[in-house]
């Protein structure tokens, strides 16, 4: 019987010998694989995080203590040790686990997360309520390399250093992001080993830091420096800077060692960071050679693992798009907040490397920096996902909005996503930019008109966002960018006449609608691809001749494609009846995005039985005997 077998609790972990330790090690890591194999998942970074999560698990009682992991992405062996082993391969899957630590799922899953760098500044939070309450557990922040390039990690360091509540921060340092990490911190950790006198010290018996730093500084001046690295407030180390005890690195993959500096951080009064040098992808080979490619790989088979093509997306397709207009305007820049490979950009950051920007996981410095650029004169792109581009909310109004800059923001999984859900859905980003002034919102339907959306919206200048969704798009042939065509912005197309009704569709929903209206000449389908500014002639004119109107989208019903439409009826004094489809006030777990358009009433078969009830189709013999 395995290991795993007998662990069903972190009380078990607890209980467990040093060589089990190493087993149960072991075959998280073939659990971890296994299911990764079967449905897709975050894979490399869960496989470099398999000695840490079972040393936490070890030394603390994690219903209790609080291990906040950043991303949680990496919490696969967590999960499977924390009394979900058997549901674990519904992980991502409709109505399975969540893909992060969600803190409804489990008491172990100290909160929710997905979006990086949230945990020091939660952690604090926890300590805080912890030391209020005279509480004693513990509090372990696990935060990897790229989540602290996020500015709010490193704010939130900054106050812990001021506040100094007792806590351990585990710096997971595997070097890698998505993308290799960036950034001077990352360069900096490089400069930073393992001094051999450290293990001179301990070779004079197990004691405790404390008393090893007091030794080094007795042990003369060559000690003396390297002792000033570790505790001096003054040294080169960022982390002292901040009021951050600094202890490391070590390696993150030997359990002893973990165990032996978790136990002796813990010992130590105020904040201490420990820094672990782990292997993004450890213990598979595959993942270990590309740790890029098998961070979050589709299913697989385990047995002869290889790195499948995604085929072509909407993201490859921009990725084209933004190295023909770069070519044809040495003026384009594309900034991206470390989603090289997600937003397409690896060709573009060969092609372009002297106007690419990778600013870590930085979406506010990314929003910032374009709008820098743009007041020199420059075009940039600001490349990003729905989801993330909350994260510079603040930055888009302040300091790209209000000075009506030049900033072409490249919206990439607009939408609902599938498996990384409700942290990651792609669903608001219609409401809280419309509302800006001088930003304008637009979404094609398809290949040939998103290159004339990003070509126009560069030639306009001014704030301009484009979404897409994310998955796969139809390829369009290559042509130059003179040949792409130059849009009327803020003008829709009536791609389907007719009489009674027509349907306002944005993107993906263009196609469900044609579908859904194919055999009914009366309901017209509108490719409703401006969202700000809305096209009011052709709303207006259809809404004088129609008997009702239906807006139809992949977003949030509050603030979308149908609030604008209906504010614009509404001052228009126009009374045509508006049916709006999307989703409603609630946030959407992960699943099958195709199921979920269904659910919600947008997508191609509830569409059509939309338009049965609103009497502008027959129902279907099948349906009709419902
Ligand atoms: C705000 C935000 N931006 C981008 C991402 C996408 N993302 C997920 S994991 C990741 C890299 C995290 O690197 P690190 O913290 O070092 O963890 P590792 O994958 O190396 O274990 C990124 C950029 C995110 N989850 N949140
Ligand atoms: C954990 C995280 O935020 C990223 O890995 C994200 O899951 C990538 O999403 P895509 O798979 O849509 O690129
Ligand atoms: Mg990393």
């Known amino acids: 019987m395995g290991v795993l077998e007998r662990v069903n609790s972190t009380d078990d972990v607890s209980a467990l010998s040093r060589d089990e330790l190493h087993a149960l090690a072991a075959e998280l890591r073939s659990e971890i694989i296994r ?25 603390y009682d994690t219903a209790r203590d609080r291990i906040v992991w950043d991303v949680g992405h990496q919490t696969y062996g967590h999960k499977i040790i924390t009394g979900r082993k058997d549901r674990i391969d519904t ?57 602290l390039t996020g500015g709010m990690a490193l704010a939130a360091l900054n106050q812990i250093g001021h506040v100094k509540p007792k806590m351990t921060i585990v710096l997971n340092d595997n070097e890698m992001s998505i993308s290799e990490n960036v950034g001077a911190l990352n360069t900096f950790m490089r400069s930073l080993q393992v001094q051999p006198w450290l293990h001179e010290v301990e070779a004079q018996g197990k004691r405790t830091l404390g008393q090893i730093s007091q030794t080094l500084v007795d042990l003369g001046s060559r000690a003396k420096k390297a002792a000033r690295r570790f505790f001096d407030p003054n040294s080169a180390n960022p982390f002292h800077a901040m009021g951050v005890r600094y202890v490391g690195p070590i390696d993150g993959h030997d359990i002893d060692q973990l165990l032996y500096y978790l136990a002796h951080v813990q010992e130590l009064s105020g904040p201490t960071m420990l820094h672990i040098v782990t292997k993004k992808g450890k213990g598979y080979k595959i993942a270990e050679s590309d740790p890029i490619y098998w961070h979050g790989p589709p299913k697989f088979d385990a047995s002869k693992p290889v790195a499948a093509s995604k085929g072509y997306t909407w993201s490859s397709a921009f990725g084209d798009a933004a190295c023909a207009l770069s070519s044809a305007d040495d003026r384009v820049w594309v900034i991206t907040p470390a989603m090289r490979e997600g937003s397409g950009l690896v060709a573009y950051s060969q092609k372009h490397p002297e106007r690419y920007l990778d600013v870590g996981i930085a979406e506010d410095v990314a929003v910032t920096t374009a709008a820098g650029l743009a007041l020199r004169g420059e075009k940039p792109i600001v490349a990003i996902y729905s989801t993330f581009l909350q994260r510079g909310f603040d930055q888009v109004i302040h300091d790209v909005c209000l000075e009506n800059l030049d900033v072409v923001f490249a919206i990439d999984r607009a939408g609902l996503v599938g498996g990384d859900g409700m942290t990651h859905q792609g669903v608001y980003d219609l409401a809280y930019l419309r509302a800006l002034p001088n930003m304008s919102v637009a979404m094609p339907k398809d290949v040939p008109e998103m290159r004339a959306m990003l070509k126009t919206a560069l030639k306009l200048g001014g704030p301009k966002a484009v979404r897409w969704p994310r998955g796969k798009a139809t390829p369009a042939p290559e042509a130059p960018v003179a040949a792409w065509e130059e849009l009327t912005w803020g003008s829709w197309e009536v791609l389907k006449e007719g009489s009674r009704a027509f349907i306002l569709a944005l993107g993906p929903t263009v196609g469900y609608a044609l579908q859904a209206t194919a055999d009914l000449p009366e309901v017209g389908v509108v490719n409703a691809r401006f969202v700000k500014p809305l096209d009011e002639a052709l709303l207006e004119r259809l809404a004088r001749r129609a008997e009702v109107l239906i807006t139809a989208e992949d977003h949030v019903l509050m603030g979308g494609l149908g609030s604008a439409v209906a504010e614009t009826l509404v001052d228009k004094g126009l009374r045509v009846p508006l049916h709006r489809l999307g989703i409603p006030d609630v946030h959407v777990p992960h699943g099958d995005p195709a199921a979920q358009h269904e659910a919600f009433g947008y997508g191609p078969r509830a569409l059509r039985r939309t338009l049965e009830a609103l009497g502008l189709a027959q129902p279907t013999l099948l349906e009709a005997s419902d």
């Open 35 to 59: 299911v990764c194999s079967l449905g897709g998942g975050h894979l490399a970074s869960s496989l470099g995080a398999v000695e840490l999560t079972v040393a936490l698990h070890h030394l």
């Open 91 to 147: 992980i991502r899957q409709p109505g399975g686990l969540a893909g992060f630590t969600t803190s409804s799922e489990s008491p172990h899953d100290a909160l929710t997360v997905g979006h990086a760098s949230t945990s020091l500044a939660a952690a604090l939070g926890m300590a805080l309520a912890r030391d209020a309450r005279g509480d004693d557990y513990s509090i372990v922040a696990v935060i990897g390399d790229g989540a």
